[in-house]
T-cell receptor, first 114, second 111 residues
Framework: GAGVSQSPRYKVAKRGQDVALRCDPI?????LFWYQQALGQGPEFLTY????????KSGLPSDRFFAERPEGSVSTLKIQRTQQEDSAVYLC????????????FGPGTRLTVT | QQQVKQSPQSLIVQKGGISIINCAYE??????FPWYQQFPGKGPALLIA?????SEKKEGRFTISFNKSAKQFSLHIMDSQPGDSATYFC??????????FGAGTRLAVHP
């Protein structure tokens, strides 16, 4: 596809369940970012990959959050033992280069923890 | 130091008018300032961006004005249309492109 895709688009999880969110970046894009967007707020940085290397995970809110990009393409954000405060839209973005340049966002995954 | 402050929180403009959204930043290491447009249920879409070596950039009806000494930048939407009704986010970054977003401005353009 031409753009960044994410799946699922919507996820409802019971508190305590584990979830996995997938991101397919634009083909050939080296950099991949995950952001969390709470309702009515701007996106907040979670983590950054350059190819398969996770270079920055300073935004991950707790050790329940884990991200990987094993082959430098598709990425998965995993949240273990979900809590109500994890409810948000999770956005993935990719950019062509290793630094500087335009980031293109996917449609996001809306996670609701009940 | 990492914050980007955006105002106003919401904005109502008549069709054909000018919409103006302002942002301010603190971190002088920031060197790339994009604006994103977001419709409900969609991801942010890059609208226009500027680097601090220029004071203004125009693309169609959208203009960014940048004041490096004041650490402020703004988005101007000329001839605003109902289809422009969306939430607009300014952002800033330095180095490898981790974006710091403002809180957003909800724009409504009335016909």
């Amino acid at each position: 596809g031409a753009g960044v895709s994410q799946s699922p688009r919507y996820k409802v999880a019971k508190r305590g369940q584990d979830v996995a969110l997938r991101c397919d970046p634009i083909s050939g894009h080296v950099s991949l970012f995950w952001y969390q967007q709470a309702l009515g707020q701007g996106p907040e940085f979670l983590t950054y990959f350059q190819n398969e290397a996770q270079l920055d995970k300073s935004g991950l809110p707790s050790d329940r959050f884990f991200a990987e990009r094993p082959e430098g393409s598709v990425s998965t954000l995993k949240i273990q033992r979900t809590q109500q405060e994890d409810s948000a839209v999770y956005l993935c973005a990719s950019s062509l280069g290793r630094g500087g340049g335009e980031q293109y966002f996917g449609p996001g995954t809306r996670l609701t923890v009940t | 130091q990492q914050q980007v402050k955006q105002s106003p929180q919401s904005l109502i403009v008549q069709k054909g008018g000018i919409s103006i959204i302002n942002c301010a930043y603190e971190n002088t290491a920031f060197d790339y300032f994009p604006w994103y447009q977001q419709f409900p249920g969609k991801g942010p879409a890059l609208l226009i961006a500027i680097r601090p070596d220029v004071s203004e950039k125009k693309e169609g009806r959208f203009t960014i004005s940048f004041n490096k000494s004041a650490k402020q930048f703004s988005l101007h939407i000329m001839d605003s249309q109902p289809g422009d009704s969306a939430t607009y986010f300014c952002a800033a970054t330095g180095g490898y492109n981790k974006l710091i977003f403002g809180a957003g401005t909800r724009l409504a353009v009335h016909p």
